[in-house]
């Protein structure tokens, strides 16, 4: 095996640094669309006049496994993309939330009724980090089992699915599961678990 210096030449530039914010202003300020405009200037000089940033909170998803190894999935209509398709169960770090752990905890069991089990952050990725400044943060959940009807707000339409992690991989190689950030981890863990 080789190492990656014998592979690649070793850096001679130092690392990219943070831009300057020369002025930052807010042009949107909802619940989902909090955007602000900022002048930024390079390390080396350059100036970006308007630089674009969206504000989110930190969101989270779940591989949710139950004991006889089934994948807790949820379907439901995304109209960004006008289409339903397969996703793990996720959503928003509420503020009266303690960690991102206890928001997804919240969120499997409201959206599935599915709960308990072994919980372990699995990753955290970032949606966007050019544009956004929020990051997810990815759970994986073992044995865990139904405890309740799901709990959905006035504004989810969701059903629930078991699936087998064949069934799971196909979906992923058919373009089934589109959300980027479910499937990151949904790859993560089939090549760990295959």
């Not at 202003?25 to 390079?42: C, G, H, L, N, S």
């Not at 439901?76 to 991102?100: F, M, N, W």
Request: aromatic share 10%; charged share 20%.
């Amino acid at each position: 095996m080789f190492s990656t210096s014998t592979i690649l030449p070793p850096l001679t530039t130092p690392d990219p640094q943070p831009w300057k914010v020369l002025a930052s202003e807010y042009i949107a300020k909802e619940p989902w669309f909090t955007v602000r405009k900022e002048k930024v200037e390079m390390p080396n000089g350059s100036q970006i006049a308007s630089y674009y940033v969206s504000e989110f909170p930190d969101w989270v998803n779940v591989i949710a496994v139950t004991k006889d190894q089934k994948i807790v999935l949820v379907k439901q209509y995304r109209h960004g993309i006008g289409k339903v398709s397969y996703e793990l169960c996720a959503g928003v770090c509420d503020p009266t939330d303690k960690s991102p752990l206890e928001s997804a905890q919240r969120e499997l069991m409201e959206e599935t009724g599915y709960g308990g089990g072994s919980w372990q952050e699995w990753m955290v990725i970032c949606p966007n980090p050019s544009i956004q400044t929020n990051y997810t943060h990815c759970f994986l959940a073992t044995d865990v089992e139904w405890l309740q009807e799901p709990t959905l707000e006035h504004t989810e339409d969701i059903t629930v699915h078991l699936l087998s992690k064949q069934d799971v991989r196909a979906l992923l190689n058919n373009n089934e599961i589109l959300q980027a950030l479910m499937a990151a981890p949904l790859w993560k863990y089939l090549a760990l678990f295959p």
